[in-house]
């Protein structure tokens, strides 16, 4: 069942969505060559506690860290180490949820470390596009499935992978809550959005193939020919007008 919020708990969400964004805009800052992931999960950790939320993953059917840290060919739910140090021409994906008065805001953006190559910039930028060419479908009387074709128009124009074991997915009280959200057109998401839903819209598009896999520390997500993937992902309230994105800054 889809859970519409009220006007009270979307106030809730736009302050974990604003937290959510503070800790984005320090990674932009301090992401650079020489650091450890593990450091971008202490600085991520400090910023939700000063600001009195709660990291969301942290504990969430297991995880062990505040963030996701993805590098390189890892998709998604990588484990933020000491022993992962970021190099020129890295990308690093970083997931990260707050929860604050018991409400969720879940982002995910894709970073370059240093300079990178002219073919991991147009996945970013790709990857980004599509996750605005899919939330822009974001309105009250469209389908899900527009949603869905609107992101994998972007993939096919740029020839990337898109990701299909994982999507985006309603967000309140809980990280996922009902619709799933496919990244491509399914014929058969046929939800129809509704003025009061938030939904996190997270494409992952590959510089290779579609296929992924799990390592064996059972999170990390990577692609199976090892090429570079791109992950952005804003939890988006649903109105009668335009969307509204509660993981800006407020
Ligand atoms: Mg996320
Ligand atoms: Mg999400």
């Not at 992401?31 to 971008?40: D, F, Q, R, V």
């Not at 193939?209 to 791109?230: H, Q």
């Not at 992950?231 to 407020?250: C, G, I, Y």
């Amino acid at each position: 069942m889809i859970k519409k919020k009220s006007r009270e708990e979307i106030k809730r969400m736009k302050q974990a969505g604003h937290i959510v964004a503070l800790v984005h805009q320090e990674m932009k800052k301090i992401i650079k060559p020489g650091i450890t992931t593990k450091y971008l999960d202490d600085v991520a950790m400090q910023i939700i506690k000063d600001n009195r939320a709660i990291p969301t993953f942290l504990g969430y059917n297991g995880f062990p860290a505040c963030i996701c840290a993805s590098v390189n060919e890892q998709v998604v739910h990588g484990f933020p180490l000491e022993n992962v140090i970021l190099k020129e021409g890295d990308i690093i994906s970083i997931d990260v949820g707050a929860t604050y008065g018991g409400l969720v805001g879940d982002s995910a953006w894709t970073y370059p470390v240093g300079e990178i190559d002219d073919e991991k910039k147009r996945l970013l930028k790709a990857t980004e596009e599509s996750l605005f060419a899919g939330i822009s479908f974001m309105k009250d009387g469209n389908t899900l499935d527009m949603v869905g074709e609107a992101i994998e128009k972007v993939a096919i124009r740029e020839k990337l992978g898109i990701v299909r074991q994982y999507g985006g997915h309603g967000v309140g009280h809980n990280m996922h809550e009902d619709p799933f959200v496919y990244n491509y057109k399914t014929g058969y998401q046929n939800t129809v959005l509704k003025a009061g839903m938030t939904i996190a819209i997270e494409p992952m598009l590959n510089l290779g193939g579609d296929d992924v896999e799990v390592l064996e520390d059972k999170w990390t997500v990577k692609t199976i020919d090892n090429m570079p993937s791109a992950h952005f992902e804003h939890t988006v309230l649903v109105t009668e007008d335009e969307p509204v994105l509660l993981t800006t800054l407020h």
